[in-house]
């Protein structure tokens, strides 16, 4: 959400674990259409990844796409040192093309004039740049991640302040003469057709799906989102903390956010709450995910806090000081061989689950809700701790499309 922000364009997911290489190579070509420039930033550090081979790090990414690396180097209490480490890097995978290093959080100008010395001495890097320690730059952490940009209001100031920094500090031009791209990477054209026709297919009447999005929802992958509009539904948004009634619907989704940190709002709007009670009651079909499930729930307590929400989920909702399941997942469906890739980030759990809860999903790595099992069904809910992604192998968009479209067809006379 904040390169969404920052680039004022949507940003996509590229990850190996839950998306085929030919999904990534075509999700990369359909993102960079129409952009004079296109940055693609890794997760972690260059090497970091799940597999011992690499094959999934943010070096194997940059290889895929053909792409030159410009490494970002925190040198907080590093002089010296940063030779044998960027050294270091180079030599690990000589196959990776790096187009120069931009040095980080340095301490002033003479920490910045020793650091330059010391790469230009011992190292073949160009210096593009020096980002001097400041507390203005920062962006605040909460739980596992940055506060995410829908709830921060100072979100344009904040970007506006550090782009300014950037700008006068780095040397955006040579970054630009280093990155070109003289030749288009090669997809395989059956993804290409594939997604152009998903696109051109004739859709069946549109079906409106309220979609939560505010400052405690905001977390959905936007390929999920564009996978709605090419099943013909039109995401109709609103928002449990501030209006007074929910849109005209065929089908919920309620993704992931931080409803703790405004459950007393989400209590407080106590008519969205008996009105989404009141639909998934009588049927309506709807999905929630994380942050939407614990919205679900009875309550929601934080620290010596206690709040009600929805209630349809028999269950509560607490917060805990370490991480209750964070990271890949795979997990079955009922009925279903194969494992699905997911991820989860969660500090809460579920307590007081009701013993006669029906489980949709079987946890074959991760956590979920106890361990075992994740996927509550209710009705027409399915809610859970896992975050999915819609690629070939898991087409879950389709499925959910598919079933508000079922249920309609039935409702009608």
Avoid at 110 to 123: C, G, I
Avoid at 202 to 229: C, H, M, N, T, W
């Amino acid at each position: 959400m904040w390169l969404s922000r920052a680039a004022e364009a949507p940003c996509h997911t590229l990850d190996f674990y839950t998306m085929e290489q030919e999904e990534i190579l075509a999700q990369y070509e359909q993102g960079r259409e129409g952009r004079d420039l296109v940055l693609v930033e890794g997760n972690k550090g260059l090497f970091d990844g799940v597999s011992l081979d690499g094959h999934d790090c943010n070096g194997a990414m940059a290889k895929l796409l053909e792409l030159p690396v410009l490494l970002v180097i925190n040198t907080n209490g590093i002089t010296r040192g940063i030779a044998p480490l960027l050294i270091g890097y180079q030599q690990f995978d000589p196959m990776i093309r790096y187009c120069g290093v931009i040095l980080n959080q340095t301490g002033g100008e003479r920490h910045e004039q020793k650091l330059r010395q010391v790469v230009e001495h011992y190292t073949d890097f160009s210096v593009l740049g020096a980002v001097r320690r400041h507390p203005d730059l920062e962006i605040v952490e909460r739980h596992l991640g940055l506060v995410p940009g829908n709830e921060a209001h100072q979100a344009h100031n904040k970007i506006e302040l550090i782009r300014r920094a950037v700008e006068s500090q780095v040397d955006l031009d040579l970054i630009l003469e280093r990155t070109i791209i003289d030749q288009p990477i090669m997809v395989d054209d059956s993804v290409v057709k594939q997604k152009t026709a998903q696109r051109l297919t004739p859709r069946q009447s549109k079906v409106r799906i309220g979609i939560a999005r505010d400052e405690a929802f905001g977390f959905y992958y936007e390929a999920d989102l564009e996978a709605f509009e090419n099943e013909g539904a039109e995401l109709v948004p609103f928002s449990p903390i501030h209006d007074d009634h929910l849109p005209e619907m065929d089908g919920l989704l309620i993704g992931g956010g931080f409803p703790e940190t405004h459950m007393a709002q989400l209590e407080q709007n106590s008519v969205l709450r008996v009105q989404i009670q009141q639909l998934i009651e009588s049927g309506l079909p709807a999905y929630a995910e994380c942050g939407g499930m614990m919205y679900l729930c009875r309550q929601i307590s934080w620290e010596d806090h206690t709040h009600q929400m929805v209630g349809v989920i028999q269950a509560d909702c607490v917060m805990h000081r370490r991480p209750q399941g964070r990271g890949y997942v795979r997990f079955r469906r009922q009925g279903e061989e194969k494992g699905i890739p997911a991820h989860e980030f969660h500090y809460s759990s579920l307590e007081n689950l009701s013993d006669d809860t029906t489980f949709s999903y079987a946890i074959q790595r991760g956590f979920g809700i106890d361990g075992k099992n994740d996927g509550i069904v209710y009705k027409n809910l399915l809610a859970s701790y896992l975050h999915q992604r819609n690629t070939r192998l898991n087409p879950w968009v389709k499925g959910f499309v598919r079933f508000v479209r079922q249920l309609n067809k039935e409702e009608q006379p």
